[in-house]
């Protein structure tokens, strides 16, 4: 059962290494994962065949989107069409909410 609250801060851990992923809402139109990078991760050039919506928490990072490089910091959102390249790199542990609609 989902939860109707959740304080996402909370949730937020870092692995040594490597990335940690937690779904928060799977199913329908809709998914919500969180994801926490630790510092010196990278995650290569990929797509998706569906639009995404990226919420960093907390960290510093660098989003490359399509050929343009975006600051991964706190508070910024940055929004993805669907099939565009993307790839991101953790300066420091970063943390981020990931949205993908159908």
């Known amino acids: 059962m989902m939860k109707v609250e959740q304080d996402i801060m909370e949730l937020i851990e870092y692995p040594k290494e490597g990335i ?11 998914d919500i ?3 926490c990078m630790a510092k010196g991760t990278d995650i290569s050039t990929h797509t998706s065949t569906k639009a995404g919506s990226v919420y960093v928490l907390e960290g510093d990072g660098r989003f490359t989107l399509s050929g343009r490089d975006i600051r991964m910091k706190a508070g910024m959102h ?5 099939d565009a390249p993307h790839s991101l790199q953790a300066k420091e542990d970063t943390s981020f909410l990931l949205t993908l609609m159908r």
């Open 20 to 30: 940690l992923s937690k779904n928060l809402i799977k199913g329908g139109d809709i």
């Open 33 to 35: 994962t969180l994801f």
């Open 78 to 82: 940055i929004y993805m069409e669907r």
